[in-house]
């Protein structure tokens, strides 16, 4: 009964459009007091889930991005990837995955990749006789791998929850995101060669290649530092965080000059706005945790799923389509909350390996990035592009196909998740 109480209500304040964040605290708060608890304990458990180090990986990552977009590193990135494939048939719009993919190993959010990347690449695309909608639809999606490449804050939020060491999960999102990215350029592929699209660029001299590789150097090194730095054991993604954040300030304001005072304030006020909404999210969304936990509705829910099937690829299958069917009415953040301790039991009584299974979710949840009716990134683009919700829904059918071939590859070919973690 208590179940019910609790998933019944949130349904309710989810229909009644209540956000997502103040439904999960709401839902919360009526379980607790049904079920006999004081609400004097509900401030402790906001506390105890933001009480973790390992959270200020999420503001300082958001900052390091947010602090390389306003400095410039963004158009030297798609710079360089217009001087390398650029020219060649349908070249912008490999030029949008590959440049998304340099930023994602940046930003570590797939909104903020969508803003970077997408407000200039998706003018350029239709300028140059690009379908509108598909143009906004593929900088949409080609958005998502900041959710996937590390460093990426999903990540980070998957590992607190479950333990799994964030630098594990950090490698292993590197040749799902590259597998994602490739996948797009092959539906690239698809429609530049239906529908025509020539590149109006000229092929690049081997001078200006080293000239556009020479000024997007230093964004280049940022997660060759960051990363490097955590893999090698330097330094912990926390503190690799702080580096990139005094990292982007220095390149920005002294290299590239492009971070003036006032893009600098600007910069603090949208790092804080963000931060804020995710850490609302996660407050609410651990007292949810908390409550699926104590009151055994998690154990409960976890028998009942054995009970349907044990077989492991069955299973990874249901999983699949519960948090594609969760990214689409919900944020990351709020999935994570509701779903991974649900999941978590059921993966470790079938042996699912949990940085594998990160790896799954966190790829369900980008492509829930880009299905109606949330889809954030849907709705960043589409103003960009400056087309209609619907138009940019339609079009993003045959990227989603192709975003399911990757899902399901890295789902039944665990190589792809655990390559580089060796024997761990």
């Known amino acids: 009964m208590i179940a019910a109480v609790l998933f019944l209500s949130l349904a309710v304040f989810i229909v009644l459009n209540i956000p997502i964040s103040i439904s999960l605290g709401l839902s919360s708060t009526i379980t607790l007091l049904y079920a006999g608890f004081p609400l004097s304990s509900i401030p402790s458990i906001l506390q105890a889930t933001v009480q973790k180090f390992s959270l200020l ?100 939020i998957y590992g607190m929850i479950t333990g799994t060491s964030i630098s594990d999960l950090f490698l292993s999102g590197v040749i799902p995101g590259i597998v994602f990215g490739m996948i797009l350029c092959v539906a690239v592929f698809i429609g530049a060669t239906k529908n025509g699209w020539k590149s109006e660029e000229q092929k690049a001299s081997f001078k200006e290649l080293i000239a556009a590789l020479a000024d997007a150097f230093w964004g280049l090194m940022s997660p060759v530092i960051v990363l490097g730095g955590i893999y090698s054991g330097i330094f912990t993604p926390t503190e690799a965080a702080a580096i990139a954040v005094v990292y982007s300030f220095f390149v920005s304001r002294f290299i590239y000059k492009e971070l003036s005072k006032d893009k600098l304030i600007d910069t603090l006020f949208s790092t804080a706005k963000t931060t804020g909404i995710i850490l609302l999210i996660i407050m609410n969304a651990g007292v949810f945790s908390w409550v699926l936990t104590q009151q055994g509705i998690a154990t409960q829910l976890t028998e009942m799923t054995l009970g349907l099937t044990t077989n492991k690829y069955v299973m990874l299958l249901l999983i699949n389509l519960i948090f594609l069917a969760a990214g689409c009415v919900m944020d990351n953040t709020s999935a994570m909350y509701i779903l991974v301790p649900i999941i978590l039991p059921i993966a470790q009584a079938l042996d699912i390996n949990l940085v594998h299974l990160g790896v799954i979710i966190v790829l369900n949840l980008s492509i829930g990035q880009v299905t109606p009716p949330v889809g954030p990134n849907l709705y960043v683009a589409a103003d960009i592009g400056r087309v209609k919700f619907e138009v940019i829904c339609r079009k993003m059918v045959p990227l989603l196909i192709m975003s399911l071939i990757s899902l399901l590859l890295v789902t039944y070919v665990p190589w792809f998740a655990t390559a580089f973690l060796g024997n761990k």
């Open 57 to 156: 990986t999420i503001p300082l990552f958001v900052l390091a991005g947010v602090i390389m977009d306003k400095g410039g590193i963004s158009k030297r990135l798609i710079r360089l990837a217009n001087s390398l494939i650029g020219p060649i048939p349908g070249g912008l719009g490999y030029v949008a995955v590959v440049a998304a993919m340099f930023f994602a190993a940046i930003s570590g959010s797939g909104t903020a990749t969508v803003a970077a990347i997408g407000s200039i690449l998706i003018p350029a695309m239709i300028k140059q006789g690009y379908d509108a909608g598909f143009s906004s639809a593929l900088s949409a999606i080609s958005g998502s791998l900041g959710t996937v490449i590390p460093p990426s804050i999903t990540f980070i």
